[in-house]
RNA sequence: GUGGCCAUAGCUCAGUUGGUUAGAGCACCUGGUUGUGAUCCAGGGGGUCGGGGGUUCGAGUCCCCUUGGCCACCCCA
C-alpha cells in the first residue's frame, strides 16, 4: 500500500486545491507582470554541479539527484538561482538591461518535512538586474509587498522586516568584533532567539566585545526600528553614517510603503552571498517561519561565470503563505471556475434542447454544465446548479421548442422568459 | 540524518478486561415526492482498521518492524 501513496512531503491537488494554487499563481503572475517584471522558465533539472557552485557540495544531500544513461550526474531544482545566473550569464551582452524577470517554478528539496516545508512547493522568485542603488532593492520590496495587499494581507498581518549587511557589519566593527570574526557575529545574529540569554552572553564575549557592549548588540539585534525613524538606530547604534540605509528608506517612503517595514538587524538570511539589502516577510506575531525573503547578491552571475551584474531579488513559498492566509481568514472558500450557466431539463422535450444548446454555447465561449441525471426533479437540479456555483440556470420545458426558456440568477434568485437565442448577451450584460 | 507524538469510511469520530459478517453522523451516488436552490422518503457505493511480521483457539485492540503525518533539532538556497 505504501507504494501507492503519494511521496513523502508532497501533495496531491485535487481541483479545490489546483484552483487555490492556481489562484495564487496567477496573483503571482498579475503583480510580477504590473511591476515590470518578465516571466521565464527553466529545465526543471540541472547538471548536479550547478547547484554546488553557490552552495557548495554539503548541497547534494538536499536534492534528489540521480545520474542520467551516460553516467552524468543531474539534480531536480531545489532552487531557481542557479538557471537564472545561467541564464543570464549566456545572454548577458544581449540582454537589454536592467533585466527584471519573474519565475513560478515547483521546486524540490529532499529535507524532512514539517510546518511550513514541504519536499515539493512552488516558489515565486523575481530578480533585478543591471541596476545598482536603493531604488531597485525598494522595488523588489515594494513588489512583494503588492503581492501581499494583493491577496488581502495588511501590515497588522505582515511584517516586512529589512536588514543592511554592511550596515550590520559597521556595527559589529564599532562594536569591537575583529574582523576575522565577522561571520561568527552574524551567524549568532541569526540564531539568537534559539539560544538561552547567557549562552548568548558568552558567545558574544568570545567575538571579542567588552560585557558593556555584548549588552548593547544584544538590545541592538533584538529591537525593531520603525521605517521612516533612522535617528532610533543612530542612537542605539552611536553609527550617524548610514548611507545605504537612509537611501533605502527614502525609497521605502517613496514607495508608500513604511507601514508595512521595520528594519531588524536580527535578519541575516544565512547566505554568503548577500553583500547589501536583505528582507523576510514574517507572519506578525513570529509564529511561523518566513514567508518571503531576498536581497542583493552582486557577485552571483559572475560566480555562475558571467560578467559582473548588480542583482537583488526574492523568493515566496506557497506553503507558509497558504498557512498565513488562512491563519488570517483571507483563503478563499472556493476559487474554482463558476459556470456561466447550467441548463435544466424541466420536461422531455426541454430534455431534447439541452445537447445542441451547450455545444452551441460551449463553442462560443460560454462555460455551460448540465446534469447528467434522469430526474426532471426542478429542485434537485437547481442544486446541482447551485453546487456547481454557477451563475444562472436556464430552465427548458416544452416552450424549449419555440425557442423560449426561463432564466434564473443563481446569485439574486430573479428569473424570466426569455429567447433563449438571447441568452449569451444576457449572460454576459450581468 | 536525530528525537517525541499520532494513524479505524472522503471528513469528525465510536468500537467494552482481546470474542461472531467493524459502526454512527455528515459528505457522496441513484431514484421518488409533478417538483424552483429547503424539508422528507426509499435505496446504494465505499474500510484487507496505513503496511508487514509475531503472540493467541481468536488481534482494530497486545508486541516488534516499516510507511506516512504532525512537532522540535540539523538545514533553510
Not at 136 to 152: H, K, N, R
Amino acid at each position: 500500500m505504501s507504494k501507492l501513496q503519494a511521496p513523502r512531503g508532497t501533495r496531491d491537488l485535487y481541483p479545490k486545491d489546483c484552483a487555490w494554487r492556481n489562484f495564487m499563481l496567477d496573483a503571482w503572475r498579475r503583480v510580477s507582470i504590473r511591476n515590470g517584471f518578465e516571466e521565464v522558465d527553466g529545465p526543471i533539472f540541472e547538471h548536479l554541479d550547478l547547484y554546488k557552485i553557490k552552495s557548495g557540495d554539503g548541497i547534494v544531500s538536499e536534492l534528489f539527484h540521480f545520474e542520467d544513461r551516460g553516467g552524468r550526474g543531474l539534480a531536480i531544482r531545489p532552487e531557481f538561482t542557479p538557471t537564472l545566473a545561467r541564464m543570464v550569464a549566456a545572454k548577458a551582452n544581449a540582454l537589454p538591461r536592467p533585466i527584471k524577470w519573474f519565475c513560478v517554478p515547483n521546486l524540490c528539496r529532499a529535507e524532512r518535512p514539517q510546518r511550513g516545508r514541504l519536499r515539493e512547493f512552488w516558489q515565486w522568485n523575481a530578480d533585478l538586474m543591471g541596476l545598482e542603488g536603493a531604488t531597485a532593492d525598494a522595488e523588489c520590496i515594494f513588489t512583494v509587498v503588492d503581492l501581499l495587499q494583493e491577496l488581502g494581507l495588511e501590515p497588522s498581518h505582515v511584517r516586512m522586516k529589512i536588514s543592511h549587511r554592511q550596515t550590520v557589519r559597521d556595527i559589529l566593527l564599532k562594536l569591537g568584533v575583529p574582523e576575522e570574526k565577522l561571520l561568527g557575529a552574524f551567524d549568532l545574529l541569526d540564531r539568537r532567539d534559539k539560544m538561552e540569554p547567557e549562552a548568548f552572553t558568552e558567545a558574544a564575549s568570545k567575538l571579542g566585545m567588552e560585557p558593556e557592549r555584548v549588552e548593547r548588540f544584544e538590545q541592538m539585534c533584538r529591537f525593531k526600528y520603525p521605517c521612516g525613524e533612522l535617528d532610533q538606530l543612530r542612537e542605539q547604534t552611536g553609527i550617524s553614517d548610514l548611507a545605504d540605509l537612509e537611501q533605502l528608506d527614502a525609497q521605502l517612503q517613496a514607495f508608500g510603503i513604511a507601514d508595512w517595514c521595520e528594519y531588524d538587524l536580527g535578519i541575516v538570511r544565512g547566505l554568503a552571498y548577500y553583500t547589501g539589502t536583505v528582507f523576510e516577510v514574517h507572519e506578525a506575531s513570529g509564529a511561523l517561519r518566513a514567508m518571503a525573503g531576498g536581497g542583493r547578491y552582486d557577485q552571483l552571475v559572475e560566480l555562475f561565470g558571467g560578467p559582473s551584474i548588480p542583482a537583488v531579488g526574492f523568493g515566496m513559498g506557497d506553503v507558509v503563505l497558504s498557512e498565513v492566509l488562512i491563519d488570517k481568514g483571507l483563503m478563499p472558500e472556493d476559487v474554482s471556475p463558476r459556470p456561466d450557466v447550467y441548463l435544466i431539463a424541466k420536461s422531455d422535450a426541454g430534455a431534447q434542447a439541452v445537447t445542441p444548446l451547450a455545444a452551441k454555447l460551449r463553442l462560443a465561449g460560454v462555460h455551460a454544465r448540465y446534469s447528467y441525471k434522469a430526474t426532471r426533479n426542478v429542485g434537485k437540479l437547481l442544486k446541482d446548479a447551485a453546487t456547481a456555483r454557477s451563475r444562472f440556470a436556464l430552465m427548458l420545458d416544452d416552450d424549449a421548442t419555440t425557442g423560449k426558456a426561463e432564466l434564473k440568477n443563481m446569485e439574486t434568485g430573479d428569473q424570466q422568459m426569455i429567447n433563449i437565442k438571447d441568452l449569451q448577451t444576457l449572460i454576459a450584460e450581468s
